[in-house]
């Protein structure tokens, strides 16, 4: 550990759990190259750091799941070996990851139980009994599902209680959780906060993982700052500022993307949107897209935002209202159609709608591309050199961290995989590229690297949505925000009127009231 800064009272027992000089590496890629970092019971731990960082890998290590070249692990100042998932479990280790793991045919008690050896009965699993002994746990941590219902159809946040009460079923001692909020709205991220808060009271300790410093500035007790494989600064509660994290992040400050000269759109309208309707969750939406500029949409979970992006890029049909592209009709049955037309779009689930993980970063980038990659429409077989060469230069362009082009995007950190997406419409070229949530689940540092980009695009010539729940985030981006509540445009936001204050009021305000504003 490089730099402890702030105070923290002095405990004569040892930490729940020691990890010192970590070190893994994959190949010839050094992944942790001798990391710290120290947890306490009862604590709420923040992890840190650019995606990349090794973050991942010491929790795979801590989960049993990969073995260290170096270094050791104690539980409570005794080494201990954590051969197997199941020895890390025995130890009071439990882990929930951001794809959660249920099983959607299955029963709430029987995905709490998944992986729990269960009491039997004459030969039979005694269900009875089980569920016995898990209502309590399952009420403690806010479940309000029945346990003999089937876990199909319930709500992100609904998985993560069940994930938590497995955990505690396990009778856990350490809770890691990774991205816990990615998924959720405001008001479920509130109610896991308490959760995650009545878990430190009770002596469980909270490893908790998050590219939201704002989270982590709440919830912290202590956070570990990973970079570059390092575990680079240890911050205690009384010193946590989100400035400081930021530095220790990425090792120096953020430069601000609102430093920028201006803006480049220009009066040439690209796109035209009239009364476009799909109830409920689009309600007569009505805006115009200008040639070179930066449009955010922003609003609370559920406002519309997606729903309106699915419309705009054929993935759903309108019952109502009309769209011009480049002053002709719009009107897109696919969205086969809107790419041909000159429309691209980069989802907000991007390992489940935006990429084939299991494939290669080339293979993913050219996706969108394959037109363009073929000998000619008498040969339609690949040019293997001409994809090479183009994804190779979005690579180099995007600062792809990556082996290979070969290398199976799901082994890439999260801003890299949005990287390669973003990347797979720079070689498309559309007219109008919609991004929904492009910086969630990524680093700062990855985000400033996206805004960038994305400004870049825009100088260009190229027309760009960005969708954000983040208030913080488009201020800094767009040239002009249109806020929208219950699937309508109820405020729009440019120059100085345009301000993280002025999104949340807007998002939060009655449509009556910005109606009168």
């Known amino acids: ?54 973050k991942s890998t010491l929790i795979k290590i801590l989960a ?13 100042g005794q080494a201990v070996s954590l051969a197997t998932p199941h020895a890390a479990a025995d130890l009071g280790m439990n882990f929930i990851h951001q794809e959660l793991a249920f099983i959607p045919s299955m029963t709430v008690l029987e995905n709490i139980m998944l992986g729990i050896p269960k009491k039997s009965r004459f030969g039979t699993i005694d269900w009875r009994a089980i569920e016995r002994d898990v209502r309590p746990i399952a009420k403690r941590v806010g479940i309000t599902a029945a346990l003999n219902a089937n876990v199909k159809g319930l709500s992100t946040a609904e998985n993560w209680l069940i994930n938590i009460c497995r955990a505690l079923v396990r009778k856990a001692r350490l809770i890691v959780m990774d991205e816990p909020t990615a998924s ?41 700052i990973f970079r570059d494989g390092q575990s680079v600064a240890q911050i205690n509660k009384d010193a946590l500022t989100r400035a400081r994290l930021v530095e220790g992040i990425i090792g120096g400050a953020v430069e601000s993307a609102s430093a920028r000269t201006g803006s480049s759109a220009n009066n040439k309208i690209v796109l035209k949107v009239d009364a476009l309707a799909r109830p409920p969750m689009v309600n007569g939406v009505t805006f115009e897209l200008h040639e070179g500029e930066v449009l955010g949409i922003a609003g609370l979970v559920g406002a519309g935002r997606s729903e309106l992006a699915r419309l705009i890029y054929g993935a759903d ?145 190229m027309a760009v949505i960005v969708i954000s729940s983040e208030p913080d985030e488009l201020p800094d981006l767009a040239d002009r925000v249109l806020v929208m509540a219950d699937g309508r445009i109820v405020k729009e936001l440019h120059g100085d009127a345009l301000s993280r204050n002025a999104i949340v009021a807007a998002s939060y305000a009655t449509i009556e009231n910005n109606r009168t504003a």
């Open 317 to 461: 049909r309108p019952l109502a209202g009309a769209m011009t592209f480049n002053g002709k009709t719009y009107a897109p049955k696919s969205p086969s159609a809107a790419v041909k037309a000159g429309f691209g779009l980069v989802p907000e689930e991007r390992r489940a709608d935006g990429l084939v993980l299991n494939k290669s970063v080339a293979f993913n980038a050219q996706l969108s591309n394959l037109h363009n990659i073929v000998f000619g429409p008498s040969l339609p077989l690949l040019n293997f050199a001409k994809r090479r060469d183009g994804v190779e230069k979005i690579v180099r362009d995007l600062a792809i961290k990556t082996q290979s082009i070969d290398m199976a995007v799901g082994q890439l950190s999260g801003g890299n995989q949005q990287k390669v997406v973003i990347g797979r419409w720079l070689l498309r070229q559309p007219k109008v590229l919609i991004l929904d949530e492009p910086t969630r689940g990524v680093d700062v540092g990855a985000r400033a690297e996206i805004h960038r980009l994305v400004r870049d695009l825009a100088l260009n010539g």
């Open 64 to 76: 049993g799941l990969v073995q260290p070249d170096a270094g050791t692990v104690e539980i409570d």
């Open 184 to 224: 959720l709205s405001g008001s479920e991220a509130e109610k896991l906060f308490q959760i995650v808060q009545e878990l430190s009271k009770s002596g469980v300790a909270v490893l908790y993982v998050s590219h939201r410093l704002d989270e982590i500035e709440k919830l912290c007790d202590r956070v570990t």
């Open 1 to 54: 550990m490089h730099e402890t800064t702030g105070e923290l009272g002095a405990s004569t027992s040892p930490p729940l759990v020691r990890a010192t000089g970590i070190a893994k590496s994959f190949g010839g890629a050094r992944a942790l190259k001798g990391v710290d970092i120290e947890i306490t019971a009862g604590e709420v731990h923040g992890l840190v750091g650019a995606n990349g960082a090794g």
